[in-house]
């Protein structure tokens, strides 16, 4: 075990600030799934679920953030493929969120459905724009962009949006929320992909924001995630009491 880990957290240099945002990641992640799973006897059953869910979201994340921290110590390099493990994990597990919180106004499996594909084809895209056809990021990074709007499109006004209406009361509230993580909250995620895939793109000028792609993935997960989560949590403890 010494020889596995003590290396790495002995090359943590100070000064370091990416490294730094993956060890709080870490922590944050940590916490939240403690606090959301510990919480979990307090509610009602059939909100039991949607709590269980953000505390599994935040947990994937802490795994994740274990080998990103160790792979960034180690190689100085953006753990793209274990940034995209995750992604591929957790954002469904969103759109879970959104359908079981709308399974009271009648949501069905094709929303369901409909919100997976979409979001499996924008993680997709963005990986491979990110880490396979580097030369072509601009176009890749675009077909992402499509599917996030469609989306924020399905959510903000599309079936997701009725059947929230028709919800209304503490659930409309709390969908109106997470369509805000969504539009602003996740914005954040492509402007760290036009930061880190800049290179000899027309958009080049992005790797002199003085930003770092990372460290905005970072801190865009530690907003989505955790505070995601608990928009889920106090739906469940209105609808508790
Ligand atoms: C917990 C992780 C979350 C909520 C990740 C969300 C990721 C995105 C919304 C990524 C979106 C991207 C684009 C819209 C275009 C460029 C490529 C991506 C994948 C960074």
Not at 54 to 62: K, M
Not at 110 to 131: F, H, N, P, Q
Not at 134 to 139: D, E, N, Q, V, Y
Not at 154 to 161: D, F, K, P, S, Y
Request: hydrophobic residues 55%; contains cysteine; glycine residues 8%.
């Amino acid at each position: 075990m010494t020889n596995l880990f003590l290396p790495l957290v002995a090359k943590m240099d100070p000064t370091d600030y990416v490294g730094f945002t993956f060890f709080v990641g870490c922590m944050a992640m940590m916490a939240a799934s403690a606090f959301f799973f510990l919480s979990l006897n307090q509610f009602d059953k059939k909100w039991r679920t949607s709590v269980l869910v953000s505390g599994l979201i935040t947990f994937i994340a802490a795994v994740h953030y274990f080998y990103m921290r160790d792979y960034w110590a180690s190689n100085m390099e953006s753990p793209t493929f274990f940034r995209y493990v995750d992604w591929i994990l957790t954002v469904p597990l969103m759109c879970v969120e959104f359908y079981l919180i709308l399974k009271v106004a009648g949501a069905k499996k094709s929303l369901l459905t409909k919100m997976i594909v979409l979001s499996v084809i924008m993680l997709v895209t963005g990986y491979l724009g990110e880490a396979v056809y580097t030369g072509s990021a601009a176009l890749w990074g675009f077909f992402s962009a499509v599917a996030y709007f469609a989306i924020v499109y399905e959510i903000w006004l599309g079936g997701a949006a009725k059947l929230a209406k028709e919800a209304g009361g503490d659930v409309l509230a709390a969908h109106k929320i997470l369509c805000w993580f969504v539009l602003v909250g996740w914005i954040i995620y492509p402007l760290g992909y036009l930061v880190g895939t800049a290179d000899g793109q027309w958009y080049s000028s992005f790797a002199n924001l003085g930003l770092d792609m990372d460290v905005l993935y970072n801190i865009a997960d530690a907003i989505n995630k955790i505070g995601f989560g608990l928009v889920i949590y106090s739906l469940a403890v209105k609808k508790t009491a």
